[in-house]
């Protein structure tokens, strides 16, 4: 199974609400990632996760935050954002969190901000 | 700070052309290159993984070279289909925690 799950597909959310995406893999994969993508842009790295620690942070603003419960999940809480955060959320993972290994996407969740 | 570049920006190719893409990126120091295709408001789906020590990988009518003196990667794709209409993402690894750095990509349609 090599599937990166990704829910909910599309989420329309207002600026004072809270919400939160989730990915899910059952690969055994041990680092996990989040990337944001605008329109017509390359996806950017938001997180990296490593065996479910933070390791890197990519200056995302703090109404973002992310979660990792073990090491098949991983959460974006999503609070107080802003229009301009209106994107393809995608989630990755990989083997390990070094440069030999192979990123695996999901199929990403829309994300509207009215 | 590494930056990828592809070229062309969007390409129109007749059904069953053998067509190129173009990657290039600044740092030659890379470890890994890989090929996404994204559909229209989808994820992304790997093609090929070229490791820093090969030279190309194939992948069915998808074949991949990694220059890496001269900062270079292509995409060759055989007898292309309607079907291979997509955008397509080359990413380099960088750094020890494996974050990709991808070029702005090439949106590909095949006509009929």
């Known amino acids: 199974d090599t599937e990166v799950t990704q829910t909910p597909k599309h989420l329309v959310m207002g600026m004072t609400n809270k919400k939160s995406l989730k990915c899910e893999q059952h690969?055994?994969?041990?680092?996990m990632y989040w990337y944001k993508q605008k329109a017509k842009k390359p996806p950017e790295l938001m997180f990296v996760?490593?065996?479910?620690?933070?390791?890197i942070n990519e200056s995302v603003p703090s109404r973002f935050s992310p979660e990792c419960p073990n090491s098949s999940l991983l959460n974006l809480h999503l609070h107080a954002l802003q229009p301009e955060d209106s994107a393809l959320y995608l989630c990755a993972s990989s083997q390990g969190a070094g440069e030999s290994y192979e990123q695996y996407f999901g199929p990403g969740t829309r994300l509207t901000v009215t | 700070k590494q930056e990828v570049t592809q070229i062309p920006a969007a390409l129109s190719v007749p059904e069953g052309e053998n067509l190129v893409l173009n990657c290039s990126f600044t740092d030659s120091a890379i470890y890994n290159l890989q090929w996404f295709r994204q559909d229209p408001g989808k994820g992304l789906t790997s093609l090929l993984l070229?490791?820093?020590?090969?030279r190309e990988q194939t992948s069915g009518r998808l074949n991949a070279s990694l220059d890496k003196s001269s900062g270079r990667s292509t995409l060759y794709i055989a007898a292309s289909q309607p079907g291979d209409s997509a955008t397509y993402l080359c990413?380099?690894?960088?750094?020890?925690?494996?974050?990709?750095?991808f070029g702005k990509g090439t949106k590909l349609s095949v006509k009929p």
């Open positions: 070229i490791q820093s020590s090969q």
């Open positions: 990413a380099v690894y960088g750094g020890s925690q494996g974050n990709l750095i």
């Open positions: 996760y490593s065996y479910e620690k933070l390791s």
């Open positions: 690969m055994g994969h041990r680092a």
